[in-house]
């Protein structure tokens, strides 16, 4: 079988109604984000020389998936974010909020690959997250599937500060 079927050459595309509908639907913009941040995960375990947040990072990988399965097809998979993978994001969160300093400004990014490309992991989830709430507003969602979302832009923030603080990158506050 060959990857190209030469069917979306004329910017149609269909998903698992078969229904061709144009690619610059929202449905394939709220696709292309979740893919997105999907390989951005994929390139947060490849920066890394440690390995503590390979399996959490993996589990991201398979939740945005079967995210990005549930809105492809309204049906939800046994890997679909549960009350249990958002307690998951928050303990890490709170586990490295325990180990930082507290956070009294905003910071300028960078100082370091990894903290950067967390960051930009971040900033992508955030617009997975808007494009959410669109489709939301439009077609109803999951109501969990927000709140994983989230939980998981602010976990991302969380790791960056973690990774900043491991390799001693100076965090530059911002001050208006």
């Known amino acids: 079988m ?3 079927t030469k069917k979306g050459d004329r910017g149609l595309s269909s ?15 709220v696709l292309g984000d979740l ?3 999907q390989a951005w995960m994929g390139k947060l375990r490849d920066d890394q020389n440690q390995t503590e947040y390979h399996p959490l990072i993996i589990g991201i990988q398979h939740s945005l998936l079967a ?3 549930f809105v492809a097809t309204d049906q939800m998979t046994t890997d679909f974010p549960t009350d249990n993978s958002i307690k998951e994001l928050e303990l ?3 586990q490295i909020q325990d180990e930082l300093p507290p956070l009294r400004n905003f910071i300028i990014y960078g100082g370091h690959p ?3 490309n967390i960051q930009i992991a971040r900033a992508v989830c955030r617009r997975v997250e808007r494009h959410l709430v669109s489709y939301d507003n439009k077609y109803s969602l999951k109501p969990e599937i927000l709140v994983y979302i989230n ?5 991302l923030f969380c790791l ?12 530059i506050k911002w001050l208006p």
């Open 2 to 4: 060959s990857i190209y």
């Open 15 to 29: 998903l698992g109604d078969q229904k061709k509908r144009p690619k610059d639907e929202l449905v394939f913009s």
């Open 35 to 37: 893919d997105e941040l």
């Open 67 to 69: 995210i990005g399965g």
């Open 92 to 94: 890490v969160i709170d």
């Open 114 to 116: 990894l903290v950067s």
């Open 151 to 155: 939980r998981l832009s602010d976990a």
């Open 160 to 171: 960056s500060r973690y990774y900043s603080h491991k390799l001693n990158v100076l965090e």
